[in-house]
């Protein structure tokens, strides 16, 4: 079974730019999620999908952050305009079952390591 | 927001040894889940713990959440390199702990 892809693995940009990860799910998870991880930090969650839905966006920073899951697929992630504060690993989870508050397995991505300058 | 703190932050074992982490809360969890991520990677699950006092062993690695649900702690016996490595743990609002780092010396 093929696990979560993340594309790209690397990217680093200006501040004030803009920029988007892409994250393919395993097939058949309808619960996705997008994490940031700050260097020397556990994982925060941005934002939790069940299959086009958002279930949970309370800590994303809607000022600048955005993220869709058109199709209940695939999803994407922007940040405009980036800030030096955004430098981070941007994680991509699913798992098969989830909701508010239920936690099925999840699966993560290896993740995008943007550094912002 | 239920805040979830792991400690040691650090922890740097020889080979052979025992040790313990822990990820302790204030509040009540109705789960707790922990991973292991190493570097460039994504966190693995390791296990989920749902019932308070519950023990759950993995290999050389022993789960226990706490009776009242607000707490959990990791041991693993005879630490080997194979287990260096972040240990987060995570509740069932989908919040992590900052982790422990883990290094096993040959």
């Known amino acids: 079974e093929a696990g979560v892809a993340q594309s790209p693995r690397y990217k680093i940009i200006e501040k004030r730019q803009s920029v988007a990860f892409w994250c393919n799910p395993i097939?058949?998870?309808?619960?996705l999620y997008w994490y940031q991880q700050i260097l020397g930090q556990g994982p925060k969650l941005l934002i939790q999908?069940?299959?086009?839905?958002?279930?949970?966006d309370s800590q994303l920073p809607k000022d600048r952050f955005s993220a869709e899951r058109l199709k209940g697929v695939d999803s994407t992630l922007k940040i405009q305009p980036a800030k030096l504060e955004d430098s981070a690993v941007y994680l991509c989870a699913s798992s098969l079952v989830g909701g508010a508050n239920i936690v099925g397995e999840q699966y993560f991505g290896p993740g995008t390591r943007l550094t912002v300058t | 927001t239920q805040l979830l703190e792991q400690s040691p932050q650090f922890l740097s074992i020889q080979e052979g040894e025992n040790l313990t982490v822990y990820c302790n809360s204030s509040s009540v969890f109705s789960s707790l889940q922990w991973y292991r991520q190493e570097p460039g990677e994504g966190p693995v699950l390791l296990v989920t713990v749902v019932t308070g006092g519950e023990v759950k062993k993995l290999k050389r690695l022993t789960f226990q959440f706490g009776d009242a649900r607000k707490d959990s702690s990791l041991h693993i016996t005879a630490a080997q390199p194979g287990d260096t490595g972040l240990y987060l743990c995570?509740?069932?609002?989908?919040?992590f702990g900052a982790g422990t780092r883990l290094t096993v010396k040959p």
């Open positions: 995570a509740g069932n609002d989908m919040r």
């Open positions: 097939s058949g998870h309808a619960t």
């Open positions: 999908f069940q299959n086009n839905g958002v279930v949970d």
